[in-house]
Structure formats: C-alpha cells, structure tokens
C-alpha cells in the first residue's frame, strides 16, 4: 500500500525556519511531480510548491524566495525548507505526490498532513 509520510512540522516563532520531509513508500515504480500544499483555518487548500522528477519547480508566489523544496529521487523524499516563516504561513500542509505503483497507472495521493504554526 502506497503511503505519504509528513514531519517536521510544529511551532515556530516568526522569522524562524522549518523543515518538513515527506517519505512515500509502498511498491511504487515511478514518481513524477511531488509537491508539498497547505490548507489555513476556513481557507481552501493551496498550492505551496511542486517539483518534478526533472527538477522542475514551481512555487506560490506568496513564499517564493523563502521556502525551497528539494527531493532525494532515490529515498522518494520530497523537502520543504521555510525560512523567514510568517504567521499567515500557518496551516496544516499536506504532501502530493502523483506516482505509478502496482496499479501500473498514475494516481494522486496524499499524505495525512502536519501542522505548521507561525506565532509569537
């Protein structure tokens, strides 16, 4: 069975940075974009950034030149680093990823979510 695993999230004062990874496991054979969104209190939820198995990336305008999200293509982990954190950079961020496993067709999956908390 396929899973997305978050951490890394948690309380963090503003100005202060955080890390989050997230581990996909499970008999997976191919992943393409993986990608980190997030969903604030009575917010829909957003894209935060994506990469591809390229190294293609795209990010929100809203933390474009604070946060960076990388992936170890062979751990099948994607990062977010968030530097220069925000309190309206709060909410539950939730990890994609849109993989090939068993199925032998690409789906969308999920992970759980882990929050993120910007306050003094």
């Known amino acids: 069975q396929v899973q997305l695993v978050e951490s890394g999230g948690g309380l963090v004062q503003p100005g202060g940075s955080l890390r989050l990874s997230c581990a996909a496991s499970g008999p997976i054979f191919v992943i393409r974009t993986m990608g980190w969104y997030r969903q604030a209190p009575g917010k829909e939820r957003e894209l935060v950034a994506t990469?591809?198995?390229?190294?293609?990336?795209q990010y929100a305008d809203s933390v474009k030149g604070r946060f960076t999200i990388s992936r170890d293509n062979v751990a099948k982990t994607v990062y977010l680093q968030m530097n220069s954190l925000k309190p309206e950079d709060t909410a539950v961020y939730y990890c994609?990823?849109?993989?090939?496993?068993?199925?032998?067709?690409?789906?969308?999956?999920w992970g759980q979510g882990t929050q993120v908390t910007v306050s003094s």
């Open positions: 994609n990823a849109d993989l090939m496993g068993v199925s032998q067709t690409f789906r969308n999956y």
């Open positions: 990469i591809t198995s390229g190294g293609t990336i």
